[in-house]
């Protein structure tokens, strides 16, 4: 089973629409994880960290559910400019590194 | 903001080269790392360290070396450059894994 799994996409989305990525883990140790986004040819940046309790910044919420080893994103209000790739990340076993996923595409269309 | 600076956005080298990709982090963190980008095989870990001259394997170490002699500065060396290391780098620095990375811009190499 491999470390982080996402559903490729893409996702082809209309401006406005809410969409939900989701993501599964292997390591039931794992205690920080995070959501990045990538922009095309570019390097990955920090969109969020994902905390137990779930949290909220603007349009973005992010759920973990520890039981399942699972974590969503919930965009809503879909800007053109939220289209990227969205990369869930999950520490490895070594405590140091993270173990990324290899991403979901998501197109939002005028 | 921290700044990650990865020396080359773009590089070509031939076979058999030896190959230096340098990375430097203006925050004094401990942690950095080197990662390989491919499409299709998404970011795959090859080197990271957590201290000044310490190193540990990531999960695809093989052709690679890396040197840590500052804290700041952390540098992945392809000891004999090969046509299937071509790819895109990325460089990270952490304070602690709880904070996640920062990433440079990356380093496009191309090896012919």
């Known amino acids: 089973r491999k470390e982080v799994e996402q559903d490729p996409g893409p996702f082809n989305v209309p401006e406005g629409a809410t969409v939900a990525f989701n993501c599964t883990y292997s390591n039931s140790a794992s205690q920080s994880f995070f959501w990045y986004r990538q922009d095309c040819r570019k390097e990955p940046k920090l969109l969020m960290s994902?905390?137990?309790s779930g949290n909220e910044d603007g349009r973005f919420t992010a759920q973990l559910n520890r039981a399942s080893q699972y974590i969503s994103l919930l965009i809503r209000d879909s800007k053109l400019s939220d289209s990227a790739t969205y990369l869930c990340?999950?520490?490895?076993?070594?405590?140091?590194?993270?173990?990324f996923g290899k991403g979901t595409s998501l197109l939002v269309t005028p | 903001d921290v700044k990650v600076t990865q020396s080359s956005r773009y590089l070509v080298k031939r076979t058999g080269e030896k190959v230096f990709l340098e990375c430097v982090q203006d925050m004094d963190h401990e942690n950095m790392f080197w990662y390989r980008q491919d499409p299709g095989l998404g970011l795959r870990l090859i080197y990271f360290?957590?201290?000044?001259?310490?190193?540990e394997k990531g999960d695809i170490p093989e052709g690679y070396s890396v040197s840590r002699e500052k804290k700041e500065r952390f540098s992945l060396i392809l000891e004999s450059a090969s046509t299937n290391q071509t790819s895109m780098y990325l460089c990270?620095?952490?304070?602690?894994?709880?904070?996640?990375?920062?990433f440079g811009s990356g380093t496009r190499l191309t090896v012919v």
């Open positions: 990340v999950v520490n490895s076993n070594s405590g140091y590194a993270l173990n």
């Open positions: 360290s957590y201290d000044v001259k310490m190193k």
């Open positions: 990270a620095s952490s304070p602690l894994t709880v904070y996640g990375y920062t």
């Open positions: 994902v905390y137990s």
